[in-house]
């Protein structure tokens, strides 16, 4: 998988006033991360395990810089798709994504 070749993912936005589906373009990074976030609604993911999910488990000499900046790319594509940032960071405890979730049957 390219590092940086976008691909598709399909999102459900859910808040109070609706529910939509929102289809935004992501590298396979950026998606990686996206997914972990997802399969763990309202849980803190720590960096470790975002490194591990963008770059492999063994991938050697990762910056920790390098995520904070894929995790800011991630977090302004999604600003910019639904109108506001999902991911709310809390230093040590890491990042976690509130009311987006995969579109039901979405092939990612």
Known sequence: MSASRPTTVSLLLISQEEQRR??????????????????????????????????????????PGALHEDIARLRAKLAEAIGHDPI????NCGHRICGVRLWPGADV
């Open 88 to 91: 709310v960071s809390a230093g």
């Open 22 to 63: 929102i289809d935004i373009a992501l590298t396979p990074r950026e998606r990686l991360m996206l997914l972990l976030l997802i399969a763990r609604p309202g849980e803190f993911v720590r960096d470790e395990e975002l490194l591990g999910a963008a770059y492999g488990l063994f991938e050697a000499d990762v910056n």
